[in-house]
């Protein structure tokens, strides 16, 4: 009956306990054993008992590991863990936990204080002084490297899902609104050689993902062109036969992303197509469980006008705008990814 009120009471102990089982590699660990003993395992970890065996037993408490039940007891991994390994997804799931542990997290012990102040009050936990944690990533080449190291590996693995659904056989002219570091662009433009591609993105500092995305462009697309804007403020390019928006418009509010599906039903020659690729959550908004906990970081750290929105917010907008043949996919992948489509007039 207490359990779950329990679990969640505890959950900074929860969280804790996985990022040492990341870090100090025992998923790996066990990954390559396929299985092992209690007391190999933890003789191969840093600490001395108890901690070693501890650590063990509470991810074991946590359903993270699976256990027998003899004292010196064999360790497996769970099947969610071994399916990221087997699919060459561990480093993915490392980076998103990288990710919690030194930018989620820190930002978010503020989410009572953006809830009192209606505002994202966790991005004074990062050095600088804009509003957005995007502006403050610009002061700190370290939490740049931190944050695009997880966003190159997340959207580099959802890519993969999202191109074995939509096809850009017939686009010529891609504008990626909010780029990041080209992981999508990249994707596109290796599958479909032909397109050229702006990444309207803001700088970033010298030596961190500027010189990263400028690097990418030139050595190897170079149909591949970042252009530093800011998208709230500057119109886009025009003539675009597809404008895509990849995690973007979750970091906005509903009257941002209006003006932003706007400008890119502007930039749009007629016939284009909007294209929507992010997190989504059901229409009830408490499902799935990592889109609804995601939601905290966006309203109490990265802008706190966003949120994960379920597929009917972009089908309304995008229709007010003017746009027509919406279409929404939801992806199969272990994040709750999805995609929406839509086309400006011919
Ligand atoms: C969550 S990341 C997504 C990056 C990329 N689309 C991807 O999926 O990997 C959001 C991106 O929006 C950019 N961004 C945020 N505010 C911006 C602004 N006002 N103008 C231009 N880019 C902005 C950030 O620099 C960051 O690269």
New binding site residues.
Partial sequence: MFEELLKVTHGSAAFQLLLAGVRLGIFSKIDEAGEIRLSALSTNLPSTEPRSVLLIKGLAALHLLKTTDEDDCMISNIDAVSKLFKDGDWSVFEKLVEFQAQIVNPGQMNFVESLLHDTNSGVSAFPGSGP?L??R?NTDPALTDV??GY??S??TYASKYFLEEVSFADSKYLI?????????ATAIIERYPHIRIDL???D?PDGT?KSHVESVAAATHENLNHIQ?????DTFPTGATDVV????L??WSPDQNHQLLEKAFNALSPGGRVII?SSVTNEDLESPLMAVLDTVYFQSV??GHGQIYPFSFYDKTLRDIGFTDVETITLKTWTPHGVVIAKRPA
């Fill in positions: 957005t995007y502006d990533l944050f695009f966003m190159q997340y959207t990626d609104v909010g780029g990041g570091g080209g992981a999508l309207l993105d803001t970033f993902y804007t800011d998208i709230l403020k928006f990849a995690h973007q979750v970091i690729f990265a802008s």
